[in-house]
DNA sequence: AAAGCGGGGGA
DNA sequence: TCCCCAGCTTT
């Protein structure tokens, strides 16, 4: 389709919102602006964007800084790895690249938390090159205007959506040409009632003529949630109170919460927790995750455990903001009074 | 090729 | 409830 980039374009220029990382050219605030987004809408993304650039305005500000003060800022964002990669590369460009935050595919791909759309992202946006970016946009969008069924998530459909993308860019203006196709995704092309009548490629989608727009994009596999019980023990004593690290790889990788015991259900386990000395406990509080539904029980005690593991770190309560949590647990400290009496 | 990884918002 | 969001890494 000769005029598809042209059209996008044009209504991009007109339609397209205001933000802050569409200012700029530094690869350094866009990568970090991508990183962010990843698997996230911009509403959500957008404060936490304006934090990250005022805590760390340079590449070296972020190097330098300690992977628990960016996991804080990072809190409640979720998907913690990519903050964890984040302080890895700023590293490596740190200390292999002088510093010099690269705009090009083939050196931004390497990168650990690059993949092969937010290093087309980076490089078309930053430098003008030549790399079509595909993200659940696109596969949307595309999807509909050229009405095919194959799956997205299938190895197949990855190879096809890529290739059509690339054959769509227009090779002298590959930054715009990008934004416009993701902004047709995420204002027109939405996936619940999209605005059709809005669109410039109406006349020309074949999902539109063929009144298969529900059904696109075609995705094959679904998830599937797994239950997790865990029972957190609050152990407090004048102001001070256990945490402790999450290092194992799992969901809150080097994040911090209460001492925790995972079991098969929600009855307490009474031979882990020592019933007598508890002094309250919390109702079953339900956590959604994407792939998992935790239902948490908060146990209270008015002195430490006997014995007190090496992974165990006392907290003052007022330094708690200071430790990455859970949005489970931050949520729980925030509807509990228990720490403001 | 498939699974694992957060949290929030809309319908 | 279910689906999706400026996806990537590990198994």
């Given at each position: 389709m000769n005029d598809f980039s042209p059209l996008i374009r044009s209504w991009y220029r007109l339609n397209k919102r205001d933000l802050p990382w569409r200012n700029t050219i530094d690869p350094y605030q866009i990568w970090l602006s991508e990183?962010?987004?990843?698997?996230t809408r911009v509403e959500q993304g957008l404060k936490y964007y304006l934090k990250f650039i005022q805590n760390y305005p340079t590449i070296l500000d972020l190097a330098n800084a300690n992977e628990q003060s960016i996991l804080n800022d990072w809190q409640g964002l979720g998907y913690y790895s990519r903050a964890r990669n984040l302080h890895h590369s700023a590293k490596v460009i740190r200390d292999e690249y002088e510093g010099v935050f690269p705009k090009d595919f083939k050196t931004l791909i390497k990168l650990k938390g690059v993949g092969v759309y937010t290093a087309s992202a980076i490089s078309s946006?930053?430098?003008?090159?030549?790399?079509?970016?595909?993200?659940?946009?696109?596969?949307?969008?595309?999807?509909?205007?050229?009405?095919?069924?194959?799956?997205?998530?299938?190895?197949?459909?990855?190879?096809?959506?890529?290739?059509?993308?690339?054959?769509?860019?227009?090779?002298?203006?590959?930054?715009?040409?990008?934004?416009?196709?993701?902004?047709?995704?995420?204002?027109?092309?939405?996936?619940?009632?999209?605005?059709?009548?809005?669109?410039?490629?109406?006349?020309?989608?074949?999902?539109y003529s063929n009144q298969t727009i529900t059904s696109r994009p075609h995705k094959s596999k679904k998830t599937k949630v797994r239950t997790r019980y865990f029972h957190f023990q609050i152990y407090k004593e004048d102001n001070t109170i256990l945490l402790e690290k999450r290092e194992k790889k799992d969901i809150w990788q080097n994040l911090f919460q209460f001492p925790m015991i995972e079991t098969d259900n929600s009855k307490t386990p009474a031979t882990k927790i020592s019933i007598q000395s508890?002094?309250?406990?919390?109702?079953?509080?339900?956590?959604?995750?994407?792939?998992?539904?935790?239902?948490?029980?908060?146990?209270?005690?008015?002195?430490?455990?006997?014995?007190?593991?090496?992974?165990?770190?006392k907290v003052n309560i007022a330094d708690i903001q200071n430790y990455p949590l859970p949005r489970l647990i931050d949520k729980y400290l925030e509807d509990s009074s228990y720490f403001f009496k």
């Open positions: 990183i962010i987004m990843q698997q946006f930053a430098n003008n090159e030549n790399k079509a970016v595909v993200d659940g946009n696109v596969y949307r969008f595309l999807s509909r205007v050229f009405d095919i069924d194959t799956a997205i998530d299938s190895t197949e459909g990855i190879k096809l959506f890529q290739e059509l993308a690339n054959d769509l860019l227009d090779t002298k203006k590959s930054g715009e040409h990008n934004q416009a196709i993701m902004e047709m995704g995420a204002l027109i092309c939405t996936p619940k009632k999209p605005s059709c009548d809005k669109c410039p490629l109406q006349v020309k989608c074949l999902a508890r002094v309250h406990q919390s109702e079953v509080i339900k956590h959604i995750l994407s792939h998992q539904k935790l239902l948490a029980v908060f146990h209270y005690f008015d002195s430490f455990p006997t014995i007190i593991d090496s992974k165990f770190v």
